[in-house]
C-alpha cells in the first residue's frame, strides 16, 4: 500500500469532483422548484430522485474524506445514508442511460417529434432555428449520458470500497 492513500485513487476523486460540480446546480434548481413542487405534487419524484442524487454526492464525499483519506471510523448509519441514495442514483442514472444511449445511435425519431412540439408549441417563433434547437438538445443529452455514465462508474467504485473499507463502519453507541 502507498504511503499517500488518495495516490491510488486519482480517478475516483475526479469522477467525485464531477459528480459535487453537477450535484450542486442540482441543488439550486431543487431550491428553485419547490414552488412548483407546491402547485403540481406530480413533481415530487423527480424532485425526490434529484434529491438523492445530490444526498449521494455529499454522502461520497463524505466517505472518501472521513473512511479513505482519514481512516477514521463511522457510524453504520452513514453507510445506510450512502448506500440507500448510490442505490436510487444508480437507477437514475440506469433510466438516463438507456434510452439516452439509444437516441445517440438514432436521434432521428426524437428529432421529429422535437419538431412536432416546436410547431405546435409555437417555440419556433422565439427566432431560435430548428437546427440551433436540435444542436443544444443534443448537446443535452450527450450531457446527460456522459454524467450518467460518470455517476454509474462512481456508484459501483463506492460499493466496492465500502465493501473494502467495511471495518470502518462501527455500530451506533
Sequence with gaps: MSKYPMKNYLLYRITGFIIN???????INLLLSIPLLLSQPFFLLFFFILLCVVLYAWFANSFLKKIIILKQPVKKKMKEW???NALVSFIFSLIILIPGIALLFNPDPFFKNLEIFIKNSGAGSIGISNEEIKKVALAELWFLVIFCLILSLHIIWTYRLVK???ANFTDED
Design 82 to 84: 450512502l448506500l440507500v
Design 164 to 166: 473494502k473499507n467495511a
Design 21 to 27: 460540480f453537477v450535484s450542486i446546480i442540482i441543488a
